[in-house]
């Protein structure tokens, strides 16, 4: 079955510390986004991905870092100089760059710092 | 600035009909989504509206005008699987995806 897969779904860290979010997509999609989510707010960009070895920073990219060495992988590292880290982040991808095409989900990661 | 207003939170009856509005004030518009996430999960899609007028598509269905920055979800029939929150996006004119911060479905029995 195609998707995308996120892991892990739950995910703990002590404040100060860098945590890589995994997403891989077997859909053959080439553009692939990070969400954050969090409670009374709509999704916000993070980092988004047209093609293999290419990225945009989205519009909260700050204290976060991705890379896209492979077409179906699209990790995100959050790091120590995210000042608010804990909360629900969501990977997606579509056919195409294109922002009318349908955008397919991941389960998310619930990252919490403590 | 880019805003997208939907109601916080709404409760309906299972079986009853529920109408979700979403009102957008962008810089420009290419195309209306509605997503539906239940709690907890991914959200997934249920209509996309770029031309006015009214999209469809089994129990569910959405309306858009343009000239009225405003949208609308039609739910008929309501399940109890239908409890969840309702996320309207918006494409502006630079073809970025610009989201609400979602409408809670409670159904009751």
């Known amino acids: 079955d195609g998707g995308i897969t996120q892991s892990p779904k739950y995910l703990f860290r002590k404040e100060g510390q860098n945590v890589t979010l995994s997403c891989e997509q077997n859909?053959?999609?080439?553009?692939m986004y990070w969400y954050r989510q969090d409670p009374g707010q709509g999704l916000r960009l993070i980092y988004y991905s047209q093609i293999v070895n290419d990225f945009q920073k989205g519009d909260i990219a700050e204290g976060y870092s991705v890379s896209r060495e492979k077409k179906e992988s699209f990790p995100l590292t959050v790091t120590s100089a995210q000042k608010n880290p804990t909360a629900f982040y969501l990977c997606?991808?579509?056919?195409?760059?294109?922002?009318?095409?349908?955008?397919?989900f991941g389960p998310g990661t619930r990252l919490t710092v403590l | 600035g880019q805003n997208i207003d939907q109601p916080t939170e709404m409760t309906a009856t299972e079986g009853a009909i529920v109408q979700i509005n979403c009102t957008y004030q962008?810089?420009?518009?290419?195309?209306l989504f509605w997503y539906q996430q239940h709690a907890g999960e991914a959200p997934t899609f249920l209509s996309y509206n770029v031309l006015d007028g009214l999209e469809e598509k089994g129990r569910f269905s959405s309306f858009l005008s343009r000239s009225k920055g405003y949208s609308y979800l039609l739910l008929k029939e309501l399940q109890m699987k239908d409890s969840a929150s309702y996320l309207c996006a918006v494409i502006d004119s630079n073809y970025q995806l610009i989201w609400g911060a979602g409408t809670k479905l409670i159904i009751k029995p």
């Open positions: 859909l053959n999609h080439d553009a």
């Open positions: 962008t810089s420009g518009f290419n195309g």
């Open positions: 997606a991808s579509t056919a195409g760059g294109e922002a009318y095409n349908e955008q397919f």
